[in-house]
């Protein structure tokens, strides 16, 4: 019998992408917690037997272990009775997921998680205040990129790929979800990144909520003592 596991954590944008794919498409799997926050990533077990990289999500399939988000749900849609709009098999379609993958490593994911280290885990792991004129900075580069995708990748489409939802919306959603935690919530200043998200959350709920729910309550929580 196959066996699949999935090494996440909530708190990780490409680990809940992971886990949505695998839940909305009801793929036998079993997750297992890696706890970013006491730094489970970095055990010696860990490193030598499945990410010498230290970080998450990773697969192990059968033996098989991959790690990295995108490689990851490519072999994911490519492997189990998936529905084509997840990673088409035709090949423009496929190139416009892989378009936005390509561009969203170095534009989305990387200012927003820059952002999001510097307002909530530097704090937390130093003990010390934010570089409040680097997060600034952080975030005005993060904010040009939610425009572009407004004014591009959403531009004529409701999907950052086309008109179906795919991994691109796994990954663009989970990446936009997350900087709530830094005190930017894409949703209060970007109203079709707004709509968008929406889109992507209730095509997938209840997996949607349930994947975000660790981000979400932590959200709350921080709103709650301001």
């Known amino acids: 019998m196959s066996s699949l596991k999935l090494f996440i954590h909530p708190l990780s944008q490409p680990a809940r992408a992971v886990m949505l794919f695998c839940r909305a498409n009801s793929i036998p799997h079993e997750e297992v917690l890696v706890d970013l926050v006491k730094g489970a990533q970095h055990n010696e077990e860990y490193a030598k037997t499945v990410n010498p990289l230290k970080k998450v999500p990773v ?7 991959l790690k990295e988000s995108v490689a990851i749900l490519r072999y994911l849609a490519r492997t189990f009775p998936v529905p084509d709009n997840w990673f088409p098999k035709d090949s423009i379609s496929q190139a416009k997921v892989d378009e936005y993958l390509e561009w969203q490593h170095l534009n989305v994911r990387t200012f927003g998680t820059l952002y999001f280290a510097e ?8 003990k010390q205040p934010p570089n409040e004129k680097r997060a600034a900075n952080f975030l005005k580069n993060y904010i040009t990129v939610l425009n572009q995708v407004e004014t591009i990748w959403l531009k004529d489409r409701p999907f950052v790929a086309g008109q179906d939802v795919s991994i691109a919306d796994l990954l663009a959603a989970s990446e936009m979800e997350q900087t709530v935690l830094g005190g930017y919530d894409v949703k209060e200043h970007h109203p079709k990144i707004k709509d968008y998200l929406e889109r992507v959350r209730s095509g997938l709920q209840p997996h949607y909520d349930d994947v975000h729910s660790t981000l979400n309550k932590l959200a709350l929580k921080m709103k709650a003592t301001k």
Do not use: E, L, S
Request: positive net charge; hydrophobic residues 35%; glycine residues 6%.
């Open 119 to 126: 307002k909530y885990i530097v704090p937390r792991t130093t």
């Open 59 to 65: 697969i192990n399939h059968d033996g098989f272990f």
